[in-house]
């Protein structure tokens, strides 16, 4: 496959992601999460924050695809704008991503319930009284479960 044509598709692509981004997270923040029963389009609200975040998640492969096809353009361009040489902008963008993988789980669990409200959860269920009896010793021993 020819470059320019590699080129064509990898930025059709990124644009019908990007288009698809902004749609889900328009309809995400029109649709509040307090609202239970109603759907759009058929999906629940929590469907759509799925959908959001795995196509964010394809944008940003996409996109670094595309800098990396570009990669002595980006490299030129920050040299002669920034002023950064190549060793200063490849250590900056692995500084970026080990910071980004640092954070983001913090981040992302920080809205999980805590581990007493998920035993309780259990109990409220039915679940078998072993079960909840090995969380909560796992709970009061601090061990992972």
């Known amino acids: 496959m020819k470059k320019t044509t590699r080129n064509l598709w990898i930025d ?3 644009f019908i992601l990007l288009i698809a981004v902004v749609s889900t997270g328009i309809i995400l923040r029109e649709f509040p999460v307090d609202v239970t029963g109603y759907t759009v389009l058929g999906e629940p609200r929590k469907e759509w ?3 959001h975040w795995v196509l964010s998640l ?3 492969v996409i996109v670094s695809v595309h800098l990396l096809c570009h990669w002595g353009w980006t490299r030129m361009s920050v040299e002669r704008h920034l002023g950064v040489g190549p060793r200063a902008l490849a250590f900056t963008v692995i500084v970026l991503a080990v910071i980004s993988m640092i954070a983001a789980p913090v981040y992302l669990t920080k809205d999980l319930p805590d581990r007493k409200e998920v035993i309780g959860t259990c109990a409220d269920a039915g679940f078998p009284p072993e079960i909840v009896a090995f969380a909560e010793e796992a709970v009061d021993n601090r061990t992972s479960w």
């Open 12 to 14: 059709i692509g990124m």
């Open 49 to 51: 924050a799925d959908l």
């Open 58 to 60: 394809a944008l940003m």
